[in-house]
């Protein structure tokens, strides 16, 4: 038995954990192999000859030559047919989503055919390369290459943006861009490049934008609002954090802005 892992390109290695190969010859009495949960999802391209995947007993189905293992929640039997060779992707848990637009939880428990996530033809072809790749090194720059487009897809990118500011909206832009994105490098370095190049602004200044419309309305709804509670209502710092963001956004102080006949309109949107 032969097997091997192999670190990914660093634009992907918050993504994906490894690649990994196994090589196992050909046996006249092959052995099931019970398979545990390990909390990642995997692509997996099978180069040898088919493997078995027990379902219930001794009922079986042969797994797919390439496809997507999601998550398990309960162990399972495979068993070789013959001569064993497998290549790879292993992603961390919140890693895969990124290049999919399925629902992750419809992968659960199963192997899903490559052709169901990405579409036929762009699979068949994704297939052939990598069958028919000279050695491991040709076969993860086939591999990184599809991942790196995906990423760069508009559908991608529009899902990470979206969902970015949804969580910004739902939290009055207290949201940290760090929990949204699980401190996954990768991933916020593509959302900050494109987050400007869709909405303008980064994401954490969208964040103080939306945090500083929640403190405005509260300031005009609430006329007698102390300052000291709106900054704790909108989770700034202290109520200088306030003030100094507040001056950034409008020119004035919070104190002189319902005075301040220039703010009038202002006022007529946010009320």
């Keep these: ?76 039997y495979i068993e070789p047919t013959g001569y064993v060779n497998t290549f790879a992707i292993r992603f961390y848990p919140f890693g895969f989503s990124n290049f999919v637009s399925k629902p992750i939880e419809d992968l659960v428990n199963k192997e899903t055919p490559l052709g169901e996530l990405f579409g036929e033809q762009s699979s068949t072809s994704l297939e052939n390369k990598i069958a028919n790749a000279e050695n491991t090194s040709k076969r993860i720059n086939i591999i990184e290459e599809f991942l790196l487009d995906k990423l760069n897809d508009k559908s991608t990118i529009d899902k990470i943006v979206k969902s970015t500011i949804d969580a910004l909206l739902l939290s009055n832009g207290n949201a940290s861009i760090k929990n949204i994105l699980r401190e996954d490098k990768s991933k916020r370095r593509q959302l900050e490049r494109n987050f400007k190049k869709q909405i303008g602004i980064s994401p954490k200044q969208l964040g103080k934008v939306i945090r500083l419309q929640t403190a405005l309305k509260l300031l005009l709804n609430n006329e007698s609002e102390k300052l000291t509670n709106i900054a704790y209502e909108c989770e700034f710092y202290d109520q200088a954090h306030f003030i100094k963001d507040f001056k950034e956004f409008t020119g004035i102080k919070p104190k002189d802005f319902l005075g301040d006949e220039s703010m009038a309109l202002s006022s007529l949107f946010y009320k």
Excluded at 2 to 30: A, I, M, Q, R
Excluded at 32 to 50: C, S, Y
Aim: net charge negative; hydrophobic share 35%; proline share 9%.
């Design 1 to 76: 038995m032969n097997y091997n892992t192999f670190k990914p390109h660093p634009d992907l290695e918050s993504l994906v954990n490894c690649y990994w190969t196994l090589e196992v010859p050909s046996e006249g009495n092959p052995q099931k192999q019970r398979i545990i949960p390990d909390g990642t999802i995997e692509m997996a391209f099978i180069l040898g000859d088919d493997i078995k995947r027990y379902t219930k007993g001794n009922e079986f189905i042969l797994q797919p030559r390439t496809m997507v293992i999601g998550q398990t929640l309960e162990p399972f």
